[in-house]
């Protein structure tokens, strides 16, 4: 099939075409603005035939209005970056108590203060406890993909919650890679019409958003359940995906850990470079593969256990912090394996904040300080990027 | 419903049962009880936090119409999400309309207010004024009158007014947004119902703003809401007009305004205001008063 050179916004913005959303609130905010940009300019030349494109005051009232819609049974996309992350993060745990099956493409900035513009994942993260189900783009082809299977995943009546797609912001939101953009044809056969059973119409009057009092436990609970089954439901999706499209998504992207004693884990779009460096450093007969999560919510612990089953020493690279605690995966990490019968050696690694650029030379330099670690028997935290604290 | 000329031709449709969980005398309840009558079953209430909030709870409801409650500062964006997901499903026949206090609409809802009016949705919005967050226990709001006490403008010794401030011209600022603006008042349900009956036909943002006496909150009996909502028109603390395409129409006008002290004394929040309070609350309601007379029919804003 053709490829064509998109950023990964304009992916984005091709994941939501291609799934037919009614309703797009938009507001912008760097770097995400292109993907609303190219949706508007879509829908004003006739090419968003069955969608209402909606300009809001903040991100904020974009998630409230994306709400709104999506409780009266439309199929909903919208997209923000960073602060506007932040300014919704109410909104977001309403719309998962909610149970709205709004998709939501996020392109990572890091947050004031100071002011970035570039990339890290502290607001991707500062999410994870919202009830989305939060997944984690390498490439633009990937950020197309994911879109497509979390519109299935999310409007599943086994998990009805809503779903982030997250991808680096300028390293891909604003770079052109070769995409293949599938044919309205194939999705409409991959993804079905969005038909909730409980929503409001005129005949039926329906509450949404009561209070609750002892009951209030129990919904939490369902919304956990919900995303657990995610869990099944996204392995059946990718498989359905993978038989339309050709494209196969595991729940962790293993590569080249077969025989590897040193295991790094990484997000995002970092891990290409770092696959790079893998590749150069096997020709070195040095034994390293890697682990890139890509479903952060619901966590796949059982497959990332599965991956990391045989790894001697692991280095959990955290493109994010949090000040007084470290890296916000190491201890996601740590709990998953505490119950390995034999623990590897686990590192801690803080990288690339507000977009410090992660070069191949740092991956390896990476390696070859677990690679120390394993002979000594004692992990590191560090921060790569700085020189002394 | 067609336009009523008197009390007796109230819509005998009752959307707001039984079993509420609202104060006895709620102003706030009352008025959606009676918006109700004029809106009928196809409608969809979306609500800011506030006291209304808790009308429906887990799993009871008083209301026989459907029910969306988001957060406190997002009622009209999701309002504006929901008119257009309604149209997008085809069910354009449904209204829209926000039930907010003062709190979210004059303050942290103001933004999405304004967003809303000025894109015109087609949405009616009707802020139940208590004048203050009444369901934390009575603070003060941007729409708290001059001189009125509350738990974050106490009296002391060092502050004898209670709330220094002089309110929000709200209604003002929405008819600025090239909508339609109107007050209302529970003590004059023929005027009320009317205009939520014209906002209805409106293709557009309509804003009516219902004075929601609060018993808990200005601590008065319980049984004087209607008493005191209408003594709130006749000493001009709560005029009854309207703003269409920035012309002003006073729509209850009086000879001679009724002294404020009738409609204070009964009042805990203004119990011990000093002369000179009262007398700049006089002032200030005299001055709004001579505006409104002066404007009536005229381009306003």
């Known amino acids: 099939m053709k490829q064509t050179l998109i950023t990964g916004n304009e992916a984005a913005a091709w994941g939501a075409r291609l799934a037919r959303p009614q309703y797009i609130p938009s507001f912008p905010i760097t770097p995400q603005t292109e993907c609303i940009e190219t949706l508007a300019r879509w829908g004003a030349d006739g090419g968003l035939p069955n969608t209402y494109f909606d300009r809001l005051e903040s991100e904020h009232s974009v998630m409230s209005a994306a709400v709104g819609a999506a409780a009266v049974g439309n199929r909903v996309f919208t997209a ?132 609750a009092l002892d009951e209030y436990t129990f919904f939490k609970a369902q919304n956990h359940v919900a995303a657990r089954n995610a869990l099944g439901v996204i392995e059946q999706v990718q498989d359905e995906f993978e038989k339309i499209f050709g494209r196969k998504y595991d729940m962790v992207d293993e590569f080249m850990i077969e025989d590897a004693e040193l295991v790094l884990i990484t997000q995002g779009s970092m891990s290409t470079t770092a696959k790079a460096a893998i590749k150069e450093m096997r020709a070195d007969g040095i034994k390293v593969g890697l682990v890139r999560l890509r479903i952060i919510r619901p966590w796949p612990a059982s497959a990332i256990k599965e991956a990391l089953k045989n790894a001697r020493a692991i280095a959990v690279i955290d493109r994010n912090v949090a000040p007084g605690r470290g890296g916000i995966m190491l201890p996601e990490i740590v709990e998953t394996l505490y119950y390995l019968e034999s623990r590897p050696i686990i590192s801690s690694f803080i990288v690339g904040l507000g977009g410090n650029p992660q070069t191949e030379e740092k991956i390896k330099e990476i390696t070859h300080k677990l690679m120390e670690d394993l002979e000594s028997g004692t992990p590191r935290v560090e921060w790569n990027d700085v020189e002394e604290l | 419903m067609p336009e009523i000329k008197n009390i007796r031709d109230l819509p005998e449709i009752e959307l707001f049962t039984g079993g509420s969980s609202a104060c006895a005398g709620c102003g706030g309840s009352m008025g959606l009880k009676l918006a109700l009558k004029a809106l009928g079953p196809k409608t969809i209430i979306v609500n800011a936090s506030g006291c209304m909030t808790l009308l429906p709870l887990y799993p009871t409801t008083p209301l026989k119409v459907s029910w969306i409650h988001n957060a406190i500062e997002n009622a009209s964006s999701t309002a504006a999400g929901v008119r257009h997901g309604l149209d997008m499903q085809g069910h354009d026949d449904m209204n829209v309309v926000v039930y907010a206090g003062d709190g979210a609409t004059y303050d942290i809802g103001f933004a999405s207010l304004s967003a809303a009016a000025v894109k015109n949705e087609r949405i009616i919005y009707i802020c139940y004024n208590n004048q203050s967050y009444g369901n934390t226990g009575f603070q003060w709001s941007s729409a708290t009158p001059f001189g009125s006490e509350t738990k974050t403008t106490p009296r002391g010794r060092e502050n004898q007014i209670g709330t220094t401030f002089v309110q929000k011209d709200m209604v003002k600022i929405m008819g600025a947004h090239r909508v339609y603006a109107a007050t209302a008042s529970l003590a004059y349900p023929v005027d009320f119902l009317n205009k939520i009956e014209r906002a209805k036909k409106r293709d557009g943002f309509s804003y009516i703003e219902l004075l929601g006496s609060c018993t808990a909150g200005w601590n008065y009996d319980p049984r004087l809401t209607i008493k005191m909502s209408k003594l709130a028109v006749q000493s001009g603390m709560w005029p009854l007009y309207e703003i269409e395409e920035g012309i002003l129409n006073l729509n209850k006008d009086f000879k001679e305004l009724k002294p404020i002290e009738e409609f204070l004394e009964q009042q805990g929040r203004y119990k011990k205001l000093p002369p000179d309070g009262v007398q700049k609350l006089r002032s200030l309601i005299n001055k709004h008063w001579t505006e409104l007379k002066e404007y009536n029919g005229l381009r306003y804003v």
């Open chain 1, 80 to 211: 923000t970056s960073s602060q506007g992350l932040l300014l919704m993060h109410e909104v977001l745990y309403i719309a998962a108590g909610m149970r709205l099956p709004i998709v939501m493409a996020t392109i990572s900035r890091g947050l004031s203060a100071p002011v970035t513009l570039w990339s890290d994942h502290n607001d991707f993260l500062d999410q994870r406890d919202s009830g989305w189900l939060m997944f984690h783009a390498e490439n633009n082809q990937e950020v197309l993909d994911m879109m497509l299977i979390a519109y299935h995943v999310a409007e599943d009546n086994k998990v009805l919650l809503p779903v982030m797609v997250n991808m680096d912001g300028f390293v891909l939101s604003f770079t052109d890679e070769p995409v293949t953009i599938p044919s309205f044809e194939m999705v409409d056969k991959f993804l079905p019409d969005y038909a909730p059973e409980h929503t409001i119409t005129p005949d039926r009057p329906v509450t949404i958003g009561a209070p």
